[in-house]
């Protein structure tokens, strides 16, 4: 996930992060600020919205008229100096408001999903006016109620320009509906912050996408990792627990595990995905809140907590009662293991937990010193199960270590599969950050990776690539089927929006998302149990040893292993 700027500038670098952004999209129309409309900001939010709406939703040639004729200002409801300043008493509009109108007017100029979309923007603007003729928002009380509208009204831009609709159902005549109908649900004021941030999550939960949400300051802070110093003891406090990620209750009774933590007690006791946790302590889940599980789950390290669990699906098992540690949970980014072939071989394996820079760092080496060894490393396993991704550029620098780095390893795709966003390659990193990703794969030995149910995003998509261009074979259970990503935009008073921006595809246009993961080559279904030994691993480790042993020999690779000699500070 990526920070942005809301509205972003045209071809502008994200700020900390390393990631282009290559993209036209409508805030990026060639225009400056401009006093059209400066008095009337109805008719701003009208003429900005039009070019939104038909630039982002359709053709963006069909508003070339329009962007080349007036001068819509940058901010799409950027009117904030503007609070202060009324309409004119007199009910004839200026020159340059005729003019906007009228171009207005012009059905020939718009889309007929787009033109919808424009009758329902200039409803809003009827009824925003409704409510200043009455003076509501000028009341003694409603100091910041004007300025509480507009952040509403930002935020409905930035969606409008910003948001990628994987299913597709995403319309533009009822988003700019929903803007109308969230500010009528208020009265057509928001007199508080608190009024303001209802209204932002109704607005942002009826796009009905489980990865877009509005969050609220403490929120923000979190999601970007910056906790203010007396968050700091609560989150620390957080990972000190079982490592379990909840979903909602289930209609058969207990709360459903979405996923246990990567070398988590959770974990390394079996629980899985679809087990429902009945009681806590003795304690029933149907009696607890989330927060109230989660909390019962914490707890000094080392202490002990019971939980009933049920096994997922309908089946007749019975509960099973589990007595688990309490431990710190963050783990180091890969665990790593030689594990011995009957034939005298070894397998390098490797756990990725999530992905980071420590990642790419820790598995280059990891490579490197396996290739040293020669014709005694037989293949390669990475076990990508219960990885939730990460830092998408690691993925895409990880499979250089594999594939030839000029070779895609994902398309992002925006508003409609004609809009490729950016062709992800290794060869495309910053060489101030991948230094050595143009050395070439290090190794062409065979190279099995195990996924499972909680394989996700950026996980996939590496699996995805190595599987497409046939350099691995997946072990386990279908992938999560996250193939999305998400931005986030700051609101400018400490909240912000995470929103999916963009979907990913394979070099071979495998949508992750809509086909629903990544199926497996070699079916299996287990748990990683920390028993790396063959023979006594669990089902899937035993079935990559297998796949390895009978794997012909690959042709060997001419490379210089720069990885070996790479600090890694500097990769």
């Known amino acids: 996930m990526k920070l942005q700027t809301a509205p972003r500038p045209c071809h502008q670098l994200v700020p900390w992060t390393r990631r282009p952004r290559l993209n036209v999209t409508a805030s990026c129309i060639k225009h400056k600020a401009s006093a059209?409309?400066?008095?009337?900001?109805?008719?701003?939010?009208?003429?900005?919205?039009?070019?939104?709406?038909?630039?982002?939703?359709?053709?963006?040639?069909?508003?070339?008229?329009?962007?080349?004729?007036?001068?819509?200002?940058?901010?799409?409801?950027?009117?904030?100096?503007?609070?202060?300043?009324?309409?004119?008493?007199?009910?004839?509009?200026?020159?340059?408001?005729?003019?906007?109108?009228?171009?207005?007017?012009?059905?020939?100029?718009?889309?007929?999903?787009?033109?919808?979309?424009?009758?329902?923007?200039?409803?809003?603007?009827?009824?925003?006016?409704?409510?200043?003729?009455?003076?509501?928002?000028?009341?003694?009380?409603c100091e910041a109620c004007t300025a509480n509208r507009m952040m509403l009204e930002k935020a409905w831009q930035t969606i409008a320009n910003e948001f990628y609709d994987p299913s597709g159902h995403f319309s533009q005549a009822a988003w700019a509906e929903q803007l109308l109908t969230v500010l009528k649900s208020h009265n057509g004021v928001l007199h508080s912050k608190q009024d303001t941030y209802l209204a932002l999550h109704q607005l942002v939960g009826s796009l009905r996408d489980k990865y877009s949400a509005f969050l609220e300051p403490s929120a923000w802070r979190r999601a970007l990792r910056r906790p203010l110093p007396a968050e700091r003891n609560y989150y620390a406090a957080q990972f000190v627990g079982v490592g379990i990620q909840f979903g909602g209750m289930s209609s058969l009774g207990g709360r459903v595990v979405e996923a246990p933590m990567a070398e988590s007690p959770a974990e390394a006791a079996g629980i899985g995905k679809g087990d429902r946790l009945l009681e806590i302590d003795d304690i029933p889940?149907?009696?607890?809140?989330?927060?109230?599980?989660?909390?019962?789950?914490?707890?000094?390290?080392?202490?002990?907590?019971?939980?009933?669990?049920?096994?997922?699906?309908?089946?007749?098992?019975?509960?099973?009662?589990?007595?688990?540690?309490?431990?710190?949970?963050?783990?180091?980014?890969?665990?790593?293991?030689?594990?011995?072939?009957?034939?005298?071989?070894?397998?390098?394996?490797?756990?990725?937990?999530?992905?980071?820079?420590?990642?790419?760092?820790?598995?280059?080496?990891?490579?490197?010193?396996?290739?040293?060894?020669?014709?005694?490393?037989?293949?390669?396993?990475?076990?990508?199960?219960?990885?939730?991704?990460?830092?998408?550029?690691?993925?895409?620098?990880?499979?250089?270590?594999?594939?030839?780095?000029?070779?895609?390893?994902?398309?992002?795709?925006?508003?409609?599969?004609?809009?490729?966003?950016?062709?992800?390659?290794?060869?495309?990193?910053?060489?101030?950050?991948?230094?050595?990703?143009?050395?070439?794969?290090?190794?062409?030995?065979?190279?099995?990776?195990?996924?499972?149910?909680?394989?996700?995003?950026?996980?996939?998509?590496l699996a995805g690539a190595l599987h497409d261009y046939g350099r691995a074979v997946l072990v386990g259970e279908r992938t999560f089927g996250k193939g999305v990503v998400q931005y986030y935009f700051p609101m400018g008073d400490g909240s912000g929006l995470k929103l999916t921006v963009a979907k990913y595809l394979t070099p071979h246009y495998y949508d992750i998302t809509r086909s629903g993961g990544l199926t497996p080559d070699i079916p299996c279904k287990d748990f990683p149990h920390g028993v790396l030994t063959h023979g006594t691993a669990d089902r899937c480790v035993t079935s990559a040893l297998s796949y390895i042993m009978t794997a012909p020999s690959p042709n060997p690779l001419s490379y210089s292993p720069l990885y070996a000699s790479t600090d890694s500070d500097k990769l």
């Open 285 to 461: 889940c149907e009696s607890l809140t989330l927060d109230e599980t989660t909390t019962l789950l914490r707890g000094p390290s080392g202490s002990s907590v019971s939980l009933l669990v049920a096994p997922a699906g309908p089946t007749q098992r019975p509960p099973r009662r589990f007595d688990l540690e309490r431990r710190p949970l963050p783990q180091p980014a890969v665990k790593d293991a030689q594990l011995h072939l009957p034939d005298g071989r070894v397998v390098q394996y490797a756990r990725v937990h999530y992905f980071s820079h420590e990642t790419t760092v820790a598995l280059a080496g990891l490579v490197a010193e396996a290739e040293a060894e020669g014709q005694a490393v037989a293949g390669y396993v990475l076990d990508l199960r219960n990885d939730p991704g990460g830092v998408f550029e690691e993925a895409v620098a990880i499979a250089s270590l594999f594939e030839e780095p000029t070779r895609a390893v994902a398309e992002t795709v925006r508003s409609g599969s004609s809009m490729v966003d950016v062709v992800w390659r290794p060869s495309i990193l910053p060489t101030s950050s991948w230094p050595d990703v143009m050395a070439g794969p290090l190794t062409s030995k065979p190279l099995v990776l195990l996924v499972n149910g909680n394989t996700a995003s950026a996980s996939e998509v």
């Open 36 to 141: 059209v409309g400066a008095n009337n900001p109805a008719l701003t939010l009208a003429l900005a919205a039009s070019v939104s709406l038909s630039a982002f939703f359709s053709d963006i040639n069909t508003v070339s008229a329009a962007a080349q004729t007036f001068a819509v200002s940058h901010h799409a409801v950027a009117y904030e100096q503007q609070i202060s300043s009324r309409r004119p008493k007199s009910n004839l509009p200026s020159s340059d408001e005729a003019a906007a109108l009228q171009l207005l007017a012009d059905r020939d100029l718009f889309t007929d999903e787009a033109w919808a979309g424009m009758v329902k923007l200039q409803q809003y603007a009827k009824y925003v006016e409704s409510v200043a003729t009455k003076g509501a928002e000028e009341a003694p009380s």
